[in-house]
């Protein structure tokens, strides 16, 4: 059984490869805007895992276009809604980040 520095040696150079996939082969990029200490954080993690933020989000925009995670955040605040007094339209509009 190969030991935790060869599986971490092969993600490394497993990593290493699909950065260079992303740097030779994706040519478009997706700019939006997120609250700094978020952004942050997720940086963070990704580094704890040896990821990129980069490299993570490509992965979970993939794994979203293939069904294989489902986010139903608009879902959950319906469903918390109906169980409570409401969520009043601008608060809505405010997690969703809409100007009104």
Not at 26 to 54: E, P, S, V, W, Y
Not at 86 to 96: C, D, H, N, S, T
């Amino acid at each position: 059984m190969p030991s935790w520095h060869e599986n971490l040696h092969t993600i490394r150079a497993i990593d290493a490869i699909y950065m260079r996939y992303i740097l030779v082969c994706m040519k478009t990029k997706i700019i939006f805007n997120t609250d700094t200490k978020l952004k942050i954080a997720a940086q963070k993690k990704a580094r704890q895992q040896g990821l990129t933020l980069t490299g993570f989000l490509n992965l979970a925009t993939r794994a979203y276009v293939k069904n294989e995670i489902e986010v139903d955040i608009i879902g959950r605040d319906i469903s918390r809604a109906r169980q409570s007094k409401g969520i009043p339209a601008e608060e809505v509009y405010r997690r969703l980040d809409i100007k009104m």
